[in-house]
C-alpha cells in the first residue's frame, strides 16, 4: 500500500515538473518571438522596387496588372492613346514614341499583357485576344473614372501580337474607339497546335523546363531581338527585354500561352474606325503581305511601308513612325 502511495506522489511530482516544464517551455518561446518581432519593427520595411518611376499596379478580376501614364500637356488635350506590345514584349517597347506623343499634348497609357513585363503571371489564366481585350478595358474604365476623367474615346495602337487584342478591343466597344494604329501586326498568325500534346506532365515539365533554361536565355533573346531590330541591341535595349522575361514564373505562364490556340481573327469588316497600318519593309516575323491583305479587309484602312525597316520600326525609326502616327491623329477629331 505504502508503494502505491508512494508510486502515486512520484507520478503527481512528475505530472507537476513536466507541466511547469512546458510552460516555461512556452513562456521562453513567447518573449523570444516578442523579442524578435520588436527588433523587426525597427527596420524599416523595404517597398518593392517599382520598374519604372511611374510604375502602376492594379488588380482586376484577381489579374495584377502593371501600367504606365505619361500625361500630355493639360492646354493641348489632344486625346487618349493606349499603347499594347506584342509577344515577348512590354511597355519599354515605346520607349521612343511616348515623349512625343505627349509633348503633341495626348495623354499615354501603356499596359503590360499578362505572361509579359511585370504583369501578373499566374498559371491558368486564359490568354484569348477576346480575354485580354475585356481586361484591358477593364483598365481604361478605371482609368477614366478615377485618374482621367474624361469621356474621350481612345485610340489604340497595337504592335505585332498587340494588334490581335486591339482588334478584339474595338469589337467589343465600338463606341469607346476613336481609331487603331497596327505595326507589323500578327493578325493571321495562329499558335503552335501543342495544346492537348502539352496537357500530360511528362511533356508540360519538358516543355517548361525548355522554355525556362534554354528559350528565355540571354543569349537566345537576343538573337531574337537581332532580327526584329534588324541591328545589334544596346546593353541598354537588351536589359530591357531580358529582366522582365527572368520574372519568375514567365515559363509556366507562356506554356499556358501555346496550350490554348489562339483562333484566327474575325469580324475585321465590323470595324469602321480609320486604321493606320504601319510595317518594316524587311519584317521577316509578319510579312509586309499580311499587312496588304489587313488593308484590303479593313473599310477604312492605309497602310504605310518603311523602307529598310524590319519588326520593330516604332524604336527603329522612330522619328519617322511618330510623325505618321501623329499625323493620322489629327486628321481626325478626338
Excluded at 28 to 56: G, H, R
Excluded at 189 to 201: C, F, I, M, V
Excluded at 258 to 275: D, K, Y
Aim: net charge neutral; hydrophobic share 45%; aromatic share 10%.
Amino acid at each position: 500500500m505504502s508503494n502505491l502511495i508512494f508510486s502515486k506522489m512520484v507520478y503527481n511530482q512528475s505530472k507537476k515538473t513536466g507541466l511547469l516544464t512546458y510552460s516555461i517551455l512556452i513562456s521562453i518561446i513567447i518573449i523570444t518571438l516578442l523579442f524578435i518581432f520588436a527588433i523587426l519593427k525597427t527596420f524599416p520595411v523595404q517597398a518593392e522596387v517599382m520598374p519604372f518611376d511611374n510604375s502602376k499596379f492594379i488588380t482586376l478580376d484577381g489579374i495584377q496588372l502593371h501600367y504606365r501614364v505619361f500625361w500630355g500637356e493639360a492646354e493641348k488635350n489632344a486625346g487618349k492613346v493606349l499603347l499594347i506590345h506584342g509577344m515577348g514584349g512590354s511597355t519599354f517597347c515605346w520607349r521612343e514614341n511616348i515623349n512625343f506623343l505627349v509633348e503633341n499634348g495626348y495623354t499615354v497609357v501603356a499596359v503590360d499583357l499578362p505572361a509579359f513585363g511585370y504583369s501578373d503571371r499566374q498559371p491558368g489564366l486564359n490568354h484569348s485576344g477576346q480575354n485580354r481585350a475585356r481586361l484591358v478595358w477593364k483598365l481604361l474604365d478605371y482609368l477614366d473614372e478615377k485618374e482621367l476623367n474624361t469621356t474621350q474615346k481612345w485610340s489604340l495602337v497595337g504592335h505585332s501580337a498587340g494588334a490581335r487584342t486591339i482588334i478584339e478591343m474595338v469589337l467589343q466597344h465600338q463606341e469607346k474607339v476613336r481609331d487603331l494604329i497596327m505595326i507589323g501586326a500578327a493578325v493571321y498568325n495562329t499558335s503552335p497546335k501543342a495544346g492537348s500534346l502539352t496537357e500530360y506532365w511528362p511533356i508540360n515539365y519538358l516543355f517548361e523546363f525548355v522554355l525556362d533554361r534554354i528559350l528565355l536565355r540571354k543569349y537566345l533573346i537576343n538573337r531574337a531581338l537581332i532580327s526584329a531590330y534588324g541591328r545589334e541591341l544596346t546593353p541598354h535595349e537588351l536589359e530591357g527585354y531580358v529582366n522582365p522575361l527572368q520574372k519568375k514564373g514567365t515559363a509556366r505562364a507562356w506554356l499556358d500561352l501555346i496550350q490554348r490556340e489562339s483562333p484566327a481573327v474575325t469580324g475585321l469588316e465590323q470595324i469602321e474606325q480609320p486604321v493606320l497600318l504601319i510595317w518594316g519593309e524587311h519584317d521577316s516575323w509578319v510579312k509586309p503581305e499580311d499587312g496588304q491583305r489587313l488593308r484590303n479587309e479593313l473599310a477604312n484602312a492605309e497602310l504605310e511601308i518603311i523602307k529598310d525597316s524590319f519588326h520593330m520600326p516604332m524604336v527603329t525609326d522612330a522619328q519617322q513612325v511618330n510623325k505618321m502616327i501623329v499625323e493620322f491623329f489629327k486628321r481626325g477629331v478626338h
